[in-house]
């Protein structure tokens, strides 16, 4: 069940946008500091994984090996098949590591994504506080 629920969050982020396929548009996020979480199918090539892990070297950019392999990656996706991909959403990366079977192992990463998923909440409601003022004046 929880294995279907961490699939299922994958493709609800596919559908929103939240989330890049494949190893050239994951370095194009990486590169611009946009991936929340870097995924890494369990079977992937090493190749990939050395790129993987160049990718978010000297970053804040988390990087997790799933326990699906590249084909149950890309069905949930869409795909025929899929070794890499980056979440771009914070509450969806934060989402995804909570529902993974494994979720025990990634304390100190759900800790960091709970601090992010704070800042963001933050800031959003210090933007939404600044366009009242602006429209209505501060009181």
Sequence with gaps: MQRDKSLGLLSISRKGGNIVLGE?????QARASRARLVLLASDAGGHTVRRAKS???????PLITLPYTKDE?????????????AITD??????????????????????????????????????KAHRRNVRYGKK
């Design 24 to 28: 050239e548009q994951v370095g194009a």
């Design 55 to 61: 990718f978010v070297a000297g970053t804040a950019q």
């Design 90 to 127: 914070v509450r969806l990366a934060q989402a995804f590591v909570k529902t993974l079977p494994d979720a025990r192992e990634h304390t100190e990463l759900l800790q960091e994504l709970d601090t992010r998923v704070k800042r963001v909440e933050q800031r959003r409601a210090e933007e």
């Design 73 to 85: 990656l890309g069905d949930a996706l869409g795909t025929t098949s899929c070794a890499i991909a």
